[in-house]
Every structure is written in C-alpha cells, then in structure tokens.
C-alpha cells in the first residue's frame, strides 16, 4: 500500500519569507517516483518536479529547492523568498511500480502569502 | 505546447442522470486516467486504461462508472445514474507509457455538481 501524509493544513507566511512543505511517504517498493503539484485558485494541476527512488541529489529551480531523503521518507518542498503568486495548495505525490502507475496524493498544503 | 483538454468545464445535473465527461488527451500518449477532488479535499485516483481496456481501478470506480475511448482522439467518464456525492472535480490526465517516470499531464479539469 502507498501513503503519502502532508501534515502542514495550511502555512500562511509574509512576502519574502521562506517556507518549506513538508512531505512523507510510505511504500514497499523499492522503486517509485515523487512528485510535487501545484494548484492554484483556478483549480488545475500544475507539475512542478518528478524524484525516482535512486536518486537522492536535491534539486533547485529558480525559488525553488527539493529535499529527498530516503532515511527519512521525506521529500520536502522549499519556496525560497515567496511571492505572493505562490499562494496555492500543493500536493505531494507517489507512484511506486507495485502500485500500478497511479499516484497516490497527500491531502494537501494551503499555501498564504501575503503582503 | 500540447496539452490535456476536458469538456464541459462545468456540469450541473440532478441526482439519478446521466453524465458524460469528455477528455482529448495529448496525441502520442498510450495511458488514461481520471481522477476526482471533492471539494477541499485531495485528489482521488479512479481508473487507468491502456490499449483499449481498464489497467487498474479504484474502490470509487464502481459499476455506476464506465470509461470509454470512442475514437481516437477522446477518452471519456460516464456516471450512469449520479448522486449527490458524486460532486466534485473530475481530472483527466494521460501520460506516454506507464512508468512514474513518465510525466502524467492533467487537464484543467471539469466540475460536476449533483443537485
């Protein structure tokens, strides 16, 4: 069985702060993938990054950072000098090749930024 | 860019009748999916399907669900006869073969509300 469990509701934070979203995983599996969406107030789903089991570098993009750490089950999310325009839900998620190539997704993390 | 597009973007229907949502994957993508958010809550998966046939499905795909690809082009969701818990946001999401590291791409989605 999958489980993914983002224990952070909600985060509000003030333009320019850092924050970090926290996520930890459970599976069997030995190979697997993570990965982080993004939905804004419109509603869609926005892919911001992929992580397969064998690779444990951190990641970064512009503002944004990756920390996958195996020992831990964790694969946290970092938004580096928010913007308002980050203000969404994210969602962590998996797809283990036991599980078929279904992602199972955390419940979530409601992101406020403000001014 | 291609991407996923679904039809209608918002559905309103009274509970017993049935609805069809419309999905136009990306063109050179083998695999399907749906997904459901109720509302506020995280993103559920439904069923998979590949090569004409269900790959795999949820405890929510039951028998008042069907998936179709009546052409080449369309992959749709039919609920027979719906109810009030039904409502919510149904994604559409396909990807190039069935590995996690394969991207799955989701639509904007379409809100079904059950009255």
């Known amino acids: 069985a999958q489980k993914v469990t983002q224990a952070q509701t909600e985060i509000s934070v003030v333009e320019k702060e850092d924050v970090t979203l926290d996520c930890v995983y459970e599976?069997?599996?030995?190979?697997?993938?993570l990965f982080w969406y993004k939905q804004p107030p419109s509603g869609e789903l926005v892919f911001l990054i992929r992580?397969?089991?064998?690779?444990?570098q951190n990641e970064i993009s512009g503002r944004y950072s990756w920390n996958f750490q195996k020992s831990t089950s964790s694969f946290n999310f970092t938004i580096t000098a928010s913007q308002v325009v980050d203000s969404a839900v994210y969602f962590c998620?998996?797809?283990?090749?036991?599980?078929?190539?279904?992602?199972?997704f955390g419940t979530g993390t409601q992101l406020k930024v403000e001014l | 860019e291609p991407e996923v597009t679904q039809t209608p973007s918002h559905q309103v229907t009274q509970m017993g009748q049935e609805v069809i949502l419309r999905c136009v994957p990306i063109?050179?993508?083998?695999?399907f999916y749906w997904y459901r958010q109720i509302l506020g809550q995280k993103v559920e998966f439904l069923v998979s399907?590949?090569?004409?046939?269900?790959?795999?499905k949820s405890e929510i795909f039951d028998d008042q669900f069907s998936v179709e690809r009546p052409d080449g082009s369309n992959f749709t969701l039919k609920i027979r006869s719906t109810k009030l818990e039904d409502s919510a946001m149904y994604f559409c999401?396909?990807?190039?073969?069935?590995?996690?590291?394969?991207?799955?791409?989701f639509g904007p989605g379409t809100r079904l509300t059950v009255t």
């Open positions: 999401a396909s990807s190039e073969d069935a590995q996690g590291r394969y991207e799955q791409y």
């Open positions: 599976t069997r599996d030995t190979t697997y993938y």
């Open positions: 992580r397969n089991s064998f690779d444990e």
């Open positions: 998620a998996l797809s283990a090749t036991g599980g078929g190539n279904k992602l199972t």
């Open positions: 063109s050179n993508h083998l695999y």
């Open positions: 399907f590949y090569n004409n046939e269900i790959s795999e």
